[in-house]
């Protein structure tokens, strides 16, 4: 599977839930490629911004889409990595902001 074709799997089930992917098409794809690196490297998707652990249990909350992505895209309009975003956020309808890292310290890899 490539980038394009990750895309096109998970838009059919994110945008009908009010997700989508970012409109830079060159960082969504680079995103998407980080997906399947980490696919790859762990067996799952990791989120591409984070470091892993390689424990699955443990980097549950960073399996894309992440446990942080409903709250960052309702308060930003975009999850931490602006991989997936609002309508509004695309549309340039709300202000494009820094999305801390809702991730608890303690959660990082060590």
Same mark, same amino acid.
Do not use: K
């Given at each position: 599977?490539?980038?394009?074709?990750?895309?096109?799997?998970?838009?059919?089930?994110?945008?009908?839930?009010?997700?989508?992917?970012?409109?830079?098409?060159?960082?969504?794809?680079?995103?998407?490629?980080?997906?399947?690196?980490?696919? *790859?490297?762990?067996? &799952?998707? $990791? !989120?591409? +911004?984070? @470091?892993?652990?390689?424990?699955?249990?443990?980097?549950?909350?960073?399996?894309?889409?992440?446990?942080?992505?409903?709250? *960052?895209?309702?308060? &930003?309009? $975009? !999850?931490? +990595?602006? @991989?997936?975003?609002?309508?509004?956020?695309?549309?340039?309808?709300?202000?494009?902001?820094?999305?801390?890292?809702?991730?608890?310290?303690?959660?990082?890899?060590?």
């Amino acid at each position: 599977m490539d980038p394009r074709d990750l895309r096109e799997r998970l838009r059919r089930l994110q945008e009908p839930q009010g997700y989508f992917f970012n409109r830079d098409e060159a960082r969504t794809l680079e995103l998407l490629e980080g997906l399947l690196v980490n696919v *790859d490297r762990y067996g &799952y998707m $990791s !989120c591409p +911004c984070r @470091l892993a652990s390689g424990d699955r249990d443990r980097d549950a909350d960073i399996i894309c889409p992440c446990a942080y992505r409903e709250a *960052d895209v309702r308060e &930003y309009g $975009s !999850c931490y +990595c602006g @991989l997936y975003v609002s309508r509004e956020w695309n549309e340039e309808r709300v202000p494009r902001v820094y999305v801390p890292e809702r991730r608890p310290p303690e959660r990082f890899s060590a």
